[in-house]
């Protein structure tokens, strides 16, 4: 019995070596796996920007210009669509011509020129380009005009 447990100890032994013979082994490396780059975007930009602003009365040839400066603000609902808020102040005075009416010309016309406005902005982006379209509402006031021959001031909207 001796004998044979020897015998199976050799064996196993052996067969140990013949099955670790076939050369280098080498350790199992775990494959590499990209995953995609996640931007934590949700959806909020801000903007400024420089405008030309510009206001002429048909009837009365009159016009109102200025250099303004504009903030905007929006949220961006998908690739397709965004919702954005505009502001727009003068900086300056104004240029006034009189056009038609009685009124002096004035070439920096004390008054306030503002513009608000709030847009759907449907958009398609083409590679590192977008073209979009702005619908919604917006509205120019001026006020603190002063008035000829009284003392005080108008507003216009």
Do not use: C, W
């Not at 280098?24 to 400024?48: C, F, M, Q, R, T």
């Not at 303004?68 to 965004?82: F, K, R, S, T």
């Amino acid at each position: 019995m001796l004998n044979r447990i020897i015998t199976l100890s050799a064996i196993a032994l052996l067969m140990q070596s013949v099955a670790m013979a076939g050369g280098d082994i080498a350790p199992v490396e775990k494959p590499i796996v990209s995953l995609p780059l996640v931007h934590d975007n949700n959806g909020l930009y801000l903007g400024l920007g420089l405008s030309s602003m510009n206001l002429d009365n048909d009837l009365s040839k009159e016009s109102f210009s200025a250099t303004g400066i504009m903030l905007q603000a929006g949220y961006q609902v998908n690739d397709y669509l965004a919702v954005e808020g505009r502001y727009t102040i003068h900086l300056g005075n104004l240029k006034y011509d009189h056009g038609d009416t009685t009124n002096p010309n004035y070439s920096d016309y004390p008054g306030d020129f503002s513009n608000v406005g709030i847009y759907l902005k449907p958009m398609y982006r083409i590679e590192n380009f977008s073209l979009y379209g702005l619908l919604g509402y917006g509205e120019v006031s001026l006020t603190d005009l002063p008035y000829p021959d009284n003392e005080g001031s108008v507003d216009r909207a």
